[in-house]
């Protein structure tokens, strides 16, 4: 039987999750307001009390993810943490836009406004709603273009968490999800928050085709790694003889971005050749060009694999 938890252990979980967020923003360079962080955390929970998501889970946990998304995987400000923090709270609870004014001052409020207006699904039951909604989305983006982030990390943890839907909302939100959420992601270089949210819209929409290419993605990923290692052997060797700052990543395909090139391509998965991805970063020595730089690293590289 399935533990119910005392409300003392959802208190630990909550303030855990609050606490990693706040040691987040205090790792940035945004400056440290931390006083109103820490008054919208306390107002968002006193006014979503005692209300639980479909999960089952205190409903704060979810203001409190969007706002570390918000801070950690877009790097946001207080001004956008606090907003998504609360940004619920007056379309679920019985404060106003007003309430929020006076407590949190003008900035704040607009942004949650921005957010109630174009909360909800794009696609309503009929067209002309989803039509403005998606027009109220894109005028935001000229006003604010925080309200667009924020609802942007709002979706984000709602694909992240979507098992809990019933089947039927899954299929509205992935269809919305791929229709607006991804491409605007992309149009803003975001593109990480892109990647997965297009890869979490094929889970939900293609379950089968996605597991069995996860599946084939963690078979070949033991080869893959060993082909990252011995790649990059000697282009360390030579960008340290160089005395440069760098970090070399790698990054292995989604399971979404193999299906689309399988596609596209009309091709078997052992003909996917780049499920390898390897980036160089590098930081231009003081007082040299940082053109200069990638060039001579660019010109190692080949002459290492011709």
Known sequence: MEHKMTPEEEKQIVDAAFKNLLDGYLASNHRKKVEIIEKAYKFA???HKGIRRRSGEPYILHPIAVATIVSQEIGLGSTSICAALLHDVVEDTDYTVEDLEAQFGKKIAQIV???TKISGGI?????SVQAENFRKLLLTMSNDIRVVLIKMA???HNMRTLGSM??????KITGETQYIYAPLAQRLGFFLIKTELENLSFKYEQPSIYAKLERQILQVTPMLEDAFRIFIQPITKILDTYGYDYEIVKR????YSVFKKMQTKHITFEEVYDLLAVRIILKP????NEKANCWVTYSAITSIYT
Do not use: M, T, V, Y
């Not at 019933?166 to 299929?171: I, S, T």
């Not at 020595?285 to 040299?288: G, S, T």
């Open 113 to 115: 406004e921005g957010l």
């Open 45 to 47: 929970c006193e006014a």
């Open 154 to 156: 709002d979706r984000l």
């Open 123 to 127: 696609f309503g039951d009929k067209a």
């Open 166 to 171: 019933p089947p039927a909302k899954q299929l």
């Open 285 to 288: 020595k003081p007082n040299e």
């Open 252 to 255: 292995i395909k989604s399971p």
